[in-house]
């Protein structure tokens, strides 16, 4: 009988152990082990992209204590935020192995998936399982769905996390930031983002893109009336500052005027943010709105109304330098007679 029975187990145990054999054991682990709560003290950060607006949503995070490994392209830009305790690293690969959670924020859709798909130096070869890869960057919906899907396959997370508020917003930790991806990941990263500002829950994969490119349809053409109303109260003969401290305050109002009046009327194009990457927001709307069956004319007039200041080699100014366009039309320069090229 004991016989008969150890012959019988080892005949039968085999089959029993063998639907685990090829289980790494890495994955069966990331899923049952808790994620420790983001904390200072627990939570690795690392940032991607230090220009205009990064630098400054980097520095919030290493003034609250977080340890903060960076990459950025030109290495000199990075300097005020190792001055302040950061760490640079060499590549995207070797920021993400550093890290537990990567925050990146750079110019278009193809640096994007450079950085993050990179078989060779992108963030997703370098990430630990239940490690997490947050693009703030204003990109196309259907690549952060991608990059969603890569991440869970190999056992990581990713939030599509895009902001607005300029470079005021990045500067003063008061960014609205639109996030799609895991509705738990996102509360879980709620410590993060409270540096930076104040996160609102969009929806799937790509709903944090899609709500940014609608903010952005809603600024371009916003905009657009700003600074023909300026043009207007200039050729009326209205004193133009004094004018839009009247408008501010009533149905006119808005953020853009608040930002931007101002700038528009001292000549300060300094980028807030850059024509160029506004120019590629708003072909992705256009891309978008085409693949809807979606006609909004007003969005399609901004667009090229701002890639005629790329034409015109203003593309590295500001959103604000919109007046240029509308002043080269009509011949006029805002606040002095004469021509817009006087």
């Known amino acids: 009988m004991r016989t008969l029975l150890s012959t019988f187990l080892r005949r039968r145990l085999p089959t029993i152990a063998i639907p685990f054999a090829h289980v790494p054991r890495a994955a069966m682990s990331a899923e049952a082990r808790p994620l420790p709560p983001i904390a200072p003290a627990t939570t690795r950060v690392g940032w991607i992209g230090t220009g205009v607006m ?24 990075a300097a005020p935020l190792l001055d302040m305790g950061a760490r640079l690293a060499e590549s995207p690969l070797a920021v993400a192995r550093a890290s537990d959670v990567v925050f990146l924020i750079v110019g278009y859709p193809s640096d994007v998936r450079r950085v993050v798909l990179d078989p060779e130096s992108g963030v997703l070869r370098g990430l630990s399982p239940g490690s997490v890869v947050v693009d703030m960057t204003t990109s196309d919906p259907a690549l952060a769905e991608e990059i969603a899907a890569a991440a869970g396959s190999a056992s990581c997370g990713a939030v599509d996390a895009p902001v607005s508020g300029g470079d005021r917003g990045a500067r003063s930790g008061t960014l609205s930031i639109f996030a799609g991806g895991d509705a738990s990941t996102v509360e879980r990263l709620s410590p993060l983002f409270r540096c930076l500002g104040t996160v609102r829950y969009m929806g799937a994969p790509g709903a944090g893109q899609r709500a940014k490119l609608g903010n952005q349809i809603a600024i371009a053409t916003t905009m657009v009336g700003l600074v023909e109303g300026m043009m207007y109260a200039h050729k009326a003969g209205l004193d133009v500052a004094r004018w839009l401290e009247a408008i501010s305050t009533g149905a006119a109002g808005s953020k853009s005027l608040d930002l931007y009046g101002k700038r528009i009327l001292e000549r300060d194009m300094e980028p807030g943010f850059y024509v160029h990457h506004f120019v590629k927001d708003l072909g992705i709307c256009l891309k978008e709105c085409q693949s809807m069956g ?7 007039l901004a667009q090229q109304l701002y890639l005629s200041l790329v034409a015109h ?30």
């Open 54 to 77: 990064g630098r400054s949503m980097a520095a919030h995070l290493i003034s609250a204590g977080y340890s903060v490994t960076l990459f950025n392209r030109t290495p000199s830009k």
């Open 294 to 300: 979606l006609a909004l004319p007003g969005l399609a």
């Open 313 to 342: 080699g203003e593309g590295n100014l500001g959103t604000q330098a919109l007046i240029l366009a509308i002043e080269r039309l009509n011949n006029t320069r805002l606040g002095g007679g004469g021509s817009a090229s006087s």
